[in-house]
C-alpha cells in the first residue's frame, strides 16, 4: 500500500502562506481578526523524494499568535490524526519570519515533473486557460482527457491507484464541466506562477476557481495547474 503523506496545520492570529517544495498548499489571514484557522491536504503529488522542504513565511501576526504544524505519513486507509499537529515555536520580534521543516519521502514524481516542465509566461498560460474554454464549450471530452491526463497520471502513481479507475472518475468530471459554456476571456484570466514560473495556476481574476459552474444548490469548481512540458503545454495539478 501506498504511504499517504498530510499536512496538518492549525494557527491562530497570523497572515501566513505556506509552499511544499514551491508549491502553494497553506494561507492563513488571521493576523488582524486574532481568530484560528486551519488546514489539512494530502502532499503526494508535490513530493520530490529527499529533502522535501515545507517553507512557511509569516507576513503579520498578533502577540498571541500560535502556529501548531506537522507533516504525517500513514499507509492507505490508516486514520491520520489531523489534530495533532506539532508546536512551532515562532521567532520573537515582528515579522516578517520564515519557518522551515525538512522531511524525505519514497515518492519523487513532483521532482520528475519539474525536470520535465519549462519555465513559462503569463501570456502563453492565459491563451493555454482560452484553450481550454474553448475544449469544453465544444464538448470535445477526448481532447480534454489528453490535457488532464499528466495531472491524473501522476496522481494515481503517487497515491498508488489504478490510473484506469482514476481516468474512468475524471471521464464523469469533464462531461459535468462541458453542461454549461464557460464564458470568460483572457481579461477574466489569473494566471499565478510557482516554482520559478514552471507551474502555473490558471484561476479568475477574484482568486477562486477559473473553471466552476454555478447552481442554485452550490458550485462545482475545478483546480487546474499547468506547465509548459516538451510536448506542450498541460494540465499537470
Known sequence: MAQIWQLSANYRGIDATGTINGFPILKADTGESGEAGFTTAPLNPVL?????????????????????????????GDIVDTGNAENIPLPAGDPPHVIELRFDSPQDGFAKLLARAKPSDEKTMVEYALKLRDMLNAKDTEGLMQAFRPKFK?????????????????????????????EFEAADVLARPCCDGKLWHLLAKDGNALFRIEEEDGSLSLDLVAAMLPEGPAVVR
Do not use: H
Not at 501576526?61 to 507533516?71: F, H, I, R
Not at 501522476?154 to 459535468?176: H, R
Open 154 to 182: 501522476d496522481i494515481a502513481e503517487s497515491f498508488g491507484y489504478p490510473l484506469e479507475m482514476v481516468l474512468q472518475q475524471v471521464g464523469g468530471m469533464v462531461e459535468a464541466f462541458t453542461s454549461k459554456p464557460m
Open 48 to 76: 520530490v523524494g529527499k529533502g522535501n522542504l515545507l517553507r512557511i513565511e509569516i507576513s503579520r501576526k498578533t502577540p498571541d499568535a500560535e502556529l501548531n504544524c506537522s507533516v504525517q505519513d500513514a499507509q492507505t
